[in-house]
C-alpha cells in the first residue's frame, strides 16, 4: 500500500482512538507526523481529545511533540494548555524532554503557571471573551485521579494545571521549593491530580534535604498537609520495593506520629502507611489504638497485629477477637480477613461473617461472601449463607458465593453458575471464573463418562 494509503489509514485510527492500529500502522512506514487537510498533525488531534494511549503510541513511533502547526504552537503547548497532566507526561516519557530548548522550556511553563494562577474558568474567558456560564464535569484523567473538564466559549480544559505545571518542573530540572509543591496539592484532595502528581514528583526526589522538608508538614496545623506526609511516605516505600529510602526513619517518625495524632482521618492513613513497614513497634502501637473511637483507625489496627496474616501475640489474638464483634461492620470485615486463618478464632469469625452477610450495606455482604468462600469452615451454615447470596444484585458478590460453593462442590454450584451470569471482558485469568469453568468441566465430563 502506497504511503498516502498509510497515512489516512494513521489518521482514521487515532481519530476512533484505536492505540493498536496506530502502532501497527506506524510500525508499517506511516509518518507520525502525519498531518490532515488543515496541516495540523494527528498528535494534535489526539491531544485534543484527551487521548493518552493514542498520543503514548504516536510519540513512541516518532511524533515530534514540538513540531510547528499552521498557527504556531506545538503539540506539547496544546497539550499544556489543554490541563491533562496525563497527557503532558505521555509526551515527555520518551526523550523529548532534553531536546527542548531552553525558550521552549520557558515558555511551558510559563503557560502552565498563568493557567494555574487564573484558573481554568478564567483563563478561559480572558482567551476567548465569553461571558456565559461555564460547564464543568468531572472526569478521571488517568483512570485513578480525578480532574474537572471546563468548556467555555467553544473550548474545553481539564483544570489540571497544578499537576501539569509540577510535572514540567519535575521533567524539566526544575528546583521547585518542598513546601511550594505541597501547597499545590493540598488546595485540592488526595483524590485529585494535583494531588497525586505532587506526592509522585517528591517521592522521586531521593534526598535527604527533600525527605526532611515534607515530613517537616507532620507538624503542621492543618489536617490536609498531615495527610499529605502520610500519603508521600506511602508511596515512596510502596516504590522503592525491596531498598526503602530512609525506612527506618520513617518507621520511627510513623510511630510516634501514630500516638500523637488527634484528627481520626490522618490517623487511619498513618496507620495505613505504618503497617506497609516491619517496625519492632507496630503491635505495641496497633495493640494500643485497638480501642481508638474512629471506626476508619479501628480498620487499620488489624493489620499491625499480624506478620504475613500470622497473629503475632495472644494479646493481638485477644485484640482481633473483640475487633470481630466491633459495631462498625467494616472493622468487622477487616478483622476476619486479617484472622481468618488462626483456627483459635475461627469460629468467632465464621459467626461474625455470617452476620455480616445479612448486613444493610451491600459491600459488607461482598465481604462476607467473598470470606465465606475461601474459609476452612465446611459447615451447612456456611455453604447455606453463599447460596442465599446468590440473589444479591452484585455480580462480584454472586460470583464470590458461587466460587464459594464450587470449592466445597455443592450442588447448587451449578445453580450459582447460572446466577452469576455473564463476566463480560476481564475475567480471563480470574481464580473464581476458573474454579466455575473447572467444576462444570469436570461435572460435564462425568455425566458423560
Request: a negative charge.
Given at each position: 500500500m502506497d504511503r498516502d494509503g498509510l497515512e489516512d489509514r494513521l489518521s482514521a485510527a487515532v481519530g476512533r482512538g484505536d492505540a493498536d492500529a496506530v502502532r501497527g500502522l506506524l510500525e508499517s512506514g506511516a509518518d507520525p507526523n502525519t498531518s490532515d487537510v488543515d496541516g495540523v498533525s494527528v498528535l494534535c488531534a489526539a491531544v485534543a481529545a484527551y487521548d493518552t494511549a493514542v498520543v503514548s503510541a504516536l510519540v513512541e513511533g516518532g511524533a515530534d511533540p514540538d513540531l510547528a502547526q499552521p498557527d504556531g504552537s506545538t503539540p506539547l503547548e496544546r497539550?499544556?494548555?489543554?490541563?491533562?497532566?496525563?497527557?503532558?507526561?505521555a509526551m515527555l516519557a520518551t526523550d523529548a524532554a532534553p531536546r527542548l530548548s531552553g525558550p521552549t522550556r520557558d515558555r511551558l511553563l510559563s503557560s502552565a503557571r498563568t493557567w494555574y494562577a487564573n484558573g481554568a474558568e478564567e483563563e478561559l474567558r480572558r482567551r476567548t471573551g465569553a461571558s456565559g456560564p461555564a460547564v464543568s464535569v468531572r472526569v478521571s484523567d488517568d483512570g485513578y485521579d480525578y480532574v474537572d473538564q471546563v468548556s467555555l466559549g467553544?473550548?474545553?480544559v481539564r483544570a489540571g494545571h497544578g499537576a501539569v505545571l509540577t510535572a514540567l518542573e519535575g521533567d524539566f530540572r526544575v528546583p521547585t521549593p518542598v513546601d511550594e509543591i505541597i501547597d499545590r496539592a493540598v488546595r485540592t484532595d488526595e483524590d485529585h491530580v494535583d494531588w497525586w502528581t505532587a506526592c509522585w514528583t517528591l517521592s522521586r526526589r531521593r534526598s535527604p534535604e527533600t525527605w526532611s522538608a515534607v515530613v517537616a508538614h507532620r507538624s503542621h496545623a492543618a489536617p490536609e498537609h498531615r495527610r499529605f506526609v502520610a500519603l508521600y511516605l506511602w508511596l515512596l516505600e510502596s516504590a522503592i520495593g525491596d531498598?526503602?529510602?530512609?525506612?527506618?526513619?520513617?518507621?520511627?517518625?510513623?510511630?510516634v506520629w501514630a500516638l500523637e495524632e488527634t484528627d481520626g482521618g490522618v490517623l487511619a492513613k498513618v496507620l495505613d502507611t505504618y503497617t506497609e513497614h516491619e517496625h519492632p513497634r507496630l503491635e505495641s502501637v496497633g495493640l494500643r489504638l485497638c480501642t481508638h473511637p474512629d471506626p476508619r483507625v479501628r480498620r487499620e489496627v488489624p493489620y499491625a497485629l499480624v506478620d504475613e496474616l500470622v497473629i503475632t501475640s495472644p494479646a493481638s489474638r485477644a485484640a482481633l477477637a473483640t475487633l470481630v464483634h466491633d459495631p462498625d461492620a467494616g472493622v468487622r470485615a477487616v478483622a476476619c480477613r486479617v484472622g481468618g486463618r488462626d483456627s483459635e478464632l475461627l469460629p468467632d469469625i465464621t459467626r461474625a461473617l455470617l452476620a455480616l452477610a445479612t448486613d444493610c450495606d451491600p459491600l459488607a455482604r461482598h465481604a462476607a461472601a467473598e470470606q465465606l468462600a475461601i474459609s476452612s469452615d465446611r459447615s451447612a451454615a456456611v455453604a447455606d449463607t453463599l447460596a442465599g447470596l446468590l440473589d444479591e444484585e452484585d455480580q462480584l458478590t454472586r460470583l464470590e458465593a458461587a466460587y464459594?460453593?464450587?470449592?466445597?462442590?455443592?450442588?447448587?454450584t451449578a445453580e450459582g453458575i447460572e446466577r452469576v451470569g455473564d463476566l463480560g471482558e476481564g475475567f480471563q485469568h480470574d481464580h473464581r471464573a476458573g474454579a466455575l469453568w473447572t467444576w462444570q468441566w469436570e461435572r460435564n465430563?462425568?455425566?458423560?463418562?
Open positions: 497539550a499544556v494548555d489543554g490541563g491533562s497532566p496525563d497527557v503532558v507526561v467553544g473550548i474545553t531498598i526503602p529510602f530512609r525506612s527506618a526513619e520513617s518507621g520511627d517518625l510513623l510511630a464459594g460453593l464450587a470449592l466445597r462442590d455443592d450442588p447448587r465430563r462425568t455425566d458423560f463418562a
